[in-house]
């Protein structure tokens, strides 16, 4: 078994920084697996039994509203940034289980996987974030997450993989810009952490 470092990108300690085309930032980073998910795997992912070495992949995507209250406004850039997850996710957990390496994202609505036979418990996305970035967090009726540049305005999604980091991370800024995240080096850093 590889022994990665806690947190692995190209530049030690910093997420892939993206921007989309709505000016709107995303923040990719890869993480062994907190606590939860080491004291729960079995029951989140019952098919996982056994694998070696787990990553955790957390996408944050910058929302248009703080996420605090339940709005018509915020209920559908909720939807909107969880179907932008939903299509990249795929897009990057089948290109990773093309090439060998078991990979699965969670439902940020439900919780459960999407490509495996769920679990007894669903995976809770805002307490990983906030176990594996420090990031506070506010309970009303749901979680939501306190970004330290964007606020509430914060919407986390997860995704799971056998596969090494570099792989991940080559992988991740490959498909991208396919989803309209690109990265920029002229971005103001004010938008990312």
Request: aromatic share 8%; with cysteine.
């Amino acid at each position: 078994m590889v022994n990665y470092p806690q947190v692995y990108t190209s530049e030690q300690g910093c997420p892939i920084k993206l921007v989309g085309k709505t000016g709107q930032a995303v923040q990719i980073s890869i993480h062994s697996p907190s606590q939860y998910i080491c004291a729960n795997c079995e029951q989140i992912l019952p098919d996982w039994k056994h694998q070696p070495c787990l990553w955790v992949v957390i996408v944050l995507q910058q929302s248009r509203y703080q996420l605090l209250k339940s709005t018509t406004e915020t209920e559908t850039e909720k939807e909107r940034l969880r179907e932008k997850f939903m299509r990249f996710g795929c897009d990057l957990a089948f290109k990773l289980r093309d090439g060998g390496y078991l990979t699965d994202l969670i439902d940020p609505r439900t919780g459960y996987p999407l490509l495996s036979r769920p679990g007894a418990i669903p995976h809770n996305d805002t307490a990983v974030v906030k176990d594996l970035l420090n990031y506070p967090r506010i309970k009303n009726k749901c979680c939501v997450l306190i970004h330290p540049l964007w606020g509430a305005a914060v919407y986390p999604s997860i995704l799971i993989s056998v596969a090494p980091p570099i792989i991940i991370e080559t992988v991740t800024k490959d498909i991208a810009p396919l989803h309209g995240w690109n990265q920029q080096s002229t971005v103001n850093n004010e938008h990312f952490l």
